[in-house]
């Protein structure tokens, strides 16, 4: 099977969403289309040039949805980390995708002649899939010390509501860095974190087993880091027949926790982020 490019994906998002009730994150989305098109492992695994921290599946999917919010007014993206789609998406016919390409292809180059006389006015329109921010984050975070990223991975942890949250990384720390009591209304239990920049490395079974192998008594970890987890890597940290769940934080899931909570972010009334330099050079 040929790897879908971002037209081809316009409509599997369409179905994606319309079956979790119209409204998902990017991941959520990029899990759905891999099950209803049953997409191979090649193709979920094929890394994006020029990208260091997501797929060419996700990347392209980043695009997809741009260009139905621009084209077809299909989705919006009016919450942080959630894609909608609008009434007019969900009226769309998908039965003949091909005609829904066409449409898009159409509206891309009448906007193409508006975007020319503006260009003429000096008014520039640009174009991007509104994820670039998170690449720029993540090569910062990846470019500061493992113990500035040990003290975001706490400040991230305290605004999810755990406390007692400590650092107990070391030379033999077994897979642990940390520590933290998560408080869920009238109910805590203890956790374990660990926090790991790995560039742009998948991060593999044997890694997120061994986690769990440290995890001794407790049955629950969070596993952050800046880089993404393997499908299998993903499936061996849901799998109900191992006992120990584990909660795997990608950078993509990382930059919008950050977004989610203010924390070295910023957004202008239009949903533009901004990254806070100083925040990260701080911390």
Known sequence: MKSPNHLDLIVPTIKALKEMGGTAT???????????????????????????????????????????????????????????????????????????????????????????????????????????????LLDIINNSSPESFERLSKRILRESGCVDVNVVGGANDKGIDGTAVLRWGLISFSVKFQCKRYGSSNITPKQVREFRGALGHLDKGIFLTTSRFSTEASNEGVDPSKGKTIDLINGDRLCELLREYKLGIKEDKNNEVKIDKEFFQNI
Do not use: H
């Open 26 to 136: 990017p991941a959520e989305i990029a899990k759905k289309v891999i099950e209803l098109e049953k997409y191979s492992e090649e193709i979920q695994n094929e890394t994006q040039k020029g990208d260091k921290y997501r797929t060419q599946l996700e990347y392209r999917l980043a695009w997809a949805r741009t260009y139905m919010k621009n084209y077809l007014n299909a989705v919006e993206d009016k919450s942080r980390g959630l894609w909608t789609l609008t009434s007019d998406g969900f009226k769309l016919d998908i039965s003949n995708p091909q005609k829904i390409i066409d449409t898009v292809s159409e509206n891309k180059r009448k906007n193409s002649k508006v975007s020319n006389t503006n260009k003429k006015n000096n008014k520039i329109i640009k174009e991007d899939n509104g994820e670039e921010w998170k690449d720029d």
